[in-house]
C-alpha cells in the first residue's frame, strides 16, 4: 500500500513562512499530479495548489502568489513553501495526488496565530 508521510508543520505568527513535506513510498509518484489539501476544523478538505510531472503548477485564489508548490522526483517528495501565513491557512495539511486518491496520510498540522 503506498504511504504519505507529510512534516513540517508547526506554530507560526502571521507573516511567518513554513515549508512542507511530503514522502511518497513509491515510484508511483513519478507518474502523478500531486496536491497539497488543507481541512480547517468544521470545513470540508479543499485542494490548494497542484503540480504536475513535469512542473506546472496550479493554486487555489486563496493562496496564491503566497504558497509555491515543487516537487523532487528524484527522492518522491512533494513542498509546499508557505509565505505571508494567514490565521485563516491554519489547517491539517495533507499531500496526495489529484485524482485516484491514495489512502490519507496523517497530515501536518499548521497554525497561524499570534
Known amino acids: 500500500q503506498v504511504q504519505l508521510a507529510e512534516s513540517g508543520g508547526g506554530l507560526v505568527q502571521p507573516g511567518g513562512s513554513l515549508t512542507l513535506s511530503c514522502v511518497v513510498s513509491?515510484?508511483?509518484?513519478?507518474?502523478?499530479?500531486m496536491g497539497w489539501y488543507r481541512q480547517a476544523p468544521g470545513k470540508q478538505r479543499e485542494l490548494v495548489a497542484t503540480?504536475?510531472?513535469?512542473?506546472?503548477?496550479r493554486y487555489a485564489d486563496s493562496v496564491k502568489g503566497r504558497f509555491t508548490i515543487s516537487r523532487d522526483n528524484a527522492k518522491n517528495t512533494v513542498f509546499l513553501q508557505m509565505n505571508s501565513l494567514k490565521p485563516e491557512d491554519t489547517a491539517v495539511y495533507y499531500c496526495?495526488?489529484?485524482?485516484?486518491?491514495?489512502?490519507w496520510g496523517q497530515g501536518t498540522q499548521v497554525t497561524v496565530s499570534s
Open positions: 496526495n495526488r489529484q485524482i485516484f486518491l491514495l489512502s
Open positions: 503540480v504536475t510531472t513535469t512542473g506546472t503548477t
Open positions: 513509491e515510484n508511483i509518484f513519478r507518474v502523478s499530479t
